[in-house]
């Protein structure tokens, strides 16, 4: 279904559900003996959402045909290296004493029960309120308890968040480390320059972001995508992204940031990829998506 300006979603349905796709990703990422990360919450609340498919995924029903389109090693991979660059993208900021830390859209993120954040760390967590209720019910349920004061800020990103993200205690005037993981593509072009705009005029001097960059969406139109898409389909996969994009031209975030006054640092994903001892693939699909770039900045103090 194509997005509109209204829309809403749970954790089962439209951008929603790609958050409980990204999760099962995470569970498949935290086994076998090359594992990037540990997320011991990702697949109990993949399975608590209740999608078939993603369920089937984490408990190892697909089957796996080798040379088929179910790789659970290369998605395991895949997105490991991007949990693992945001992970440490937090901690790193953290060790230099950091204690404000802003998840934006944060969805089956469990980063504020499953890092070791330091004393005194404050993790604020900004989605729905029913995607916020539903995973913070789910992991109290679980036993799980958060490593740092969680601080949840339940609204729309496209309602006036920052007041609310004040009201949950927020301080602009201290630095603070934000992420913008899996967002970008959701929002449209003039919504992701404003959202860092916002970013800007809400970061002391210090503070930090990072996101990925996918300069061009129309990836999700190519036939590379579109024959993965069909593949996975068939075995009962119903999320489609390219229907939840937002395309068209937008600005470059390195170009962006910087004129804003950040000092950015960039990698592109097969650079990320062997920074972490893997190699990136050279099919269609991941030759589709090698533009694709990890940013992180710096406000200089």
């Known amino acids: 279904m194509a997005r509109t300006d209204s829309d ?10 790609t958050a409980t796709m990204v999760a099962a990703q995470r569970a498949l990422a935290s086994t076998g003996p090359d594992k990037l990360i540990d997320d011991p919450w990702a697949a109990p609340l993949v399975r608590a ?38 992970d440490e ?24 029960y499953r890092l070791d954040w330091p004393a005194g760390t404050v993790v604020y967590e900004v989605d729905l309120p029913d995607v916020i209720d539903f995973k913070t019910t789910t992991l109290r349920d ?18 006036d968040w920052p007041a609310a993200l004040r009201a949950a205690g927020f301080d602009p005037q201290a630095p603070t480390v934000w992420s913008a993981e899996g967002l970008l ?18 970061s002391a001097p210090g503070s930090r972001v990072a996101c990925e960059f996918i300069g061009d969406t129309s990836v999700f139109a190519s036939p590379a995508w579109r024959e993965h898409r069909e593949k996975m389909s068939a075995l009962g996969a119903d999320v489609e992204v390219g229907d939840l994009v937002y395309h068209g031209e937008r600005n470059h975030i390195v170009e ?33 998506f ?12």
């Open 89 to 112: 993208h937090f901690l790193s900021a953290a060790r230099d004493g950091v204690r404000q830390a802003v998840i934006l859209a944060s969805g089956l993120d469990s980063r504020a």
């Open 49 to 86: 959402v209740g999608i078939d498919f993603f369920t089937r995924m984490v408990d190892g029903d697909i089957p796996v045909v080798e040379g088929g389109e179910f790789d659970p090693i290369r998605m395991g991979h895949g997105m490991g290296v991007r949990t693992r660059f945001f």
């Open 185 to 202: 593509i959701y929002l449209q072009p003039d919504a992701q320059d404003a959202l860092f705009d916002t970013l800007r005029s809400l």
């Open 8 to 17: 809403s979603w749970d954790l089962a349905t439209s951008v929603g559900a």
């Open 290 to 301: 090698a533009d694709m770039t990890y940013l992180s900045a710096v406000l200089p103090s």
């Open 142 to 159: 679980l036993g799980a308890e958060p490593t740092a004061e969680r601080h949840t800020v339940a609204i729309d990103l496209r309602d």
């Open 256 to 288: 962006y940031l910087t004129a804003a006054g950040w000092t950015v640092s960039g990698r592109g994903v097969a650079e990320l990829y062997a920074d972490y001892g893997l190699e990136y693939g050279d099919d269609e699909l991941a030759l589709a």
